[in-house]
Every structure is written in structure tokens, then in C-alpha cells.
């Protein structure tokens, strides 16, 4: 099996969450061949807490690349793939492609439009921080207005979002009232499909709602098992 790494630190806990998923996943694929332990996929994890300041990426900017530059040379040496649990942070695919590092960055953004063109959705709203949602000059989703409709979110309700997001981070994902809130702008959007594209996002128990949540940690989790097993897939 090709060797797995994580970036986390934004936050720690989407770090644990994208490794949970990949478990996950690898049982799913294995199926009732999976014997546990020596069925898992080799993961290495590189967690920093600066990275957190990626919350406001364009009044950071000058702190944050230098810190996950140092993150992915660390870590490549000791894996095959790798991807970076923060939908924010995945703005840095170019430069950190520059690096030519030995280990390939799989992106968040990638997985997803793949995942879009194959089910076919025409429109949805793209629920982030404010850095990603406001589709500006720091946000990796930029690319994704050239593929699919994406609904014009309120700046009432992105800055409520952002407010949510720092709780998730702060309170943990279970604390009592963040899936009221979660809820609440789930109920402000048109669309019928929403995209989790913050990875504390689905650290909230999901609220009961009609709409399709698309939750872009478990599509990463799904897209690195399968290239992690992909020798034994083809055997």
C-alpha cells in the first residue's frame, strides 16, 4: 500500500477526522477481507497549531505559507500521498507543487469537481470561512465558479459562519448549540445541495434538514484510500 500523510493544525481535531474517515473508507473497500490492524493504511500526521491562523488568511498570509511550506517537507519524505485538513489552506496547491517534493498533494478542490461533474449538480452553495467563501483573491474555490453555479451567500450570513466555525474550533464540535446555529444557515440558503467546504463543518452533528450535505473530508478520505490500495485494486 502507498503511504498516506495529513496536514492538520487547522484544526487538529479535522486532522483526526480526515484519518477516522480513511479507516472508514479502507474497511469499505476491503470489505469482509479487512483483518484490522495490519489492513490499515500507514498514515503520518503533521499537526501545527500556526496554522490555525489560517482563519484570516489575507492578513496572515505571510506567516501562514512559511509554516505549512516547513509542514510538507517534513512530512513528504515519509509518504506517498498527502492532503491538507483545511479546505483554506488548500489556496497554497500551486506553491506547494513548485516545491517538487517527493509525495504528492492530493487537493480538496480536485476530489470535489470530480465528485460535482460525476453526479451531475448544476448549482450549490459553498459553506466556508470567510477567506473561502467570499470566493476572493485567497480562496482555492475560486475555480469552482468557472464549473458549477454557486449561490451568492449574504455577508450576514457568511460573517454568522465564520463566528461558527471559530466556536467548532474553540468548543469543540459537539458543544451545546452549535447544531441550532448550523441549522439556522442551512435554513438562509436556496440551494438544495451545500458543500461543507471547512473541515470543522462536519465536526457538528448534522441538523435534520432536506438539503444534500457534501462533506469534501469524506471524499478526500475515500480518494486517498483508493489511491492507496490502488496496486492491490488492480491486482
Same mark, same amino acid.
Given at each position: 500500500?502507498?503511504?498516506? #500523510?495529513?496536514?492538520? #493544525?487547522?484544526?487538529?481535531?479535522? #486532522?483526526?477526522?480526515?484519518?477516522?474517515?480513511?479507516?472508514?473508507?479502507?474497511?469499505?473497500l476491503v470489505g469482509p477481507r479487512f483483518r484490522g490492524d495490519l489492513d490499515a493504511p500507514e498514515v503520518t500526521i503533521?499537526?501545527?497549531?500556526?496554522?490555525?491562523?489560517?482563519?484570516?488568511l489575507e492578513q496572515n498570509h505571510h506567516l501562514v505559507w512559511p509554516v505549512?511550506?516547513?509542514?510538507?517537507?517534513?512530512?513528504?519524505?515519509?509518504?506517498?500521498?498527502?492532503?491538507?485538513?483545511?479546505?483554506?489552506?488548500?489556496?497554497?496547491?500551486?506553491?506547494?507543487?513548485?516545491?517538487?517534493?517527493?509525495?504528492?498533494?492530493?487537493?480538496?478542490?480536485?476530489?470535489?469537481?470530480?465528485?460535482?461533474k460525476a453526479r451531475g449538480v448544476g448549482r450549490v452553495a459553498l459553506l466556508g470561512a470567510r477567506p473561502v467563501t467570499e470566493l476572493g483573491p485567497w480562496s482555492t474555490y475560486r475555480r469552482l465558479a468557472g464549473e458549477i453555479e454557486l449561490e451568492p451567500l449574504d455577508p450576514d450570513l457568511v460573517a454568522d459562519l465564520h463566528a461558527l466555525i471559530y466556536a467548532v474550533k474553540s468548543e469543540g464540535g459537539g458543544a451545546q448549540g452549535l447544531t441550532r446555529r448550523f441549522g439556522e444557515i442551512?435554513?438562509?440558503?436556496?440551494?438544495?445541495?451545500?458543500?461543507?467546504?471547512?473541515?470543522?463543518?462536519?465536526?457538528?452533528?448534522?441538523?435534520?434538514?432536506a438539503k444534500i450535505l457534501i462533506d469534501p473530508t469524506d471524499l478526500m478520505a475515500r480518494e486517498l484510500v483508493r489511491l492507496s490500495r490502488?496496486?492491490?485494486v488492480i491486482a
Open positions: 500500500m502507498s503511504r498516506l #500523510g495529513i496536514i492538520a #493544525g487547522s484544526g487538529p481535531e479535522a #486532522g483526526v477526522d480526515l484519518w477516522t474517515k480513511i479507516l472508514d473508507h479502507t474497511r469499505r503533521v499537526s501545527d497549531p500556526l496554522l490555525g491562523l489560517s482563519m484570516e505549512l511550506a516547513r509542514a510538507a517537507k517534513r512530512l513528504a519524505p515519509q509518504v506517498d500521498y498527502y492532503a491538507i485538513a483545511c479546505n483554506t489552506l488548500n489556496f497554497y496547491q500551486p506553491r506547494l507543487e513548485a516545491l517538487r517534493l517527493d509525495a504528492r498533494l492530493v487537493s480538496f478542490v480536485d476530489v470535489l469537481v470530480a465528485r460535482l442551512l435554513d438562509r440558503l436556496e440551494s438544495e445541495t451545500v458543500i461543507l467546504a471547512c473541515t470543522e463543518l462536519p465536526l457538528i452533528p448534522a441538523p435534520a434538514t490502488a496496486a492491490e
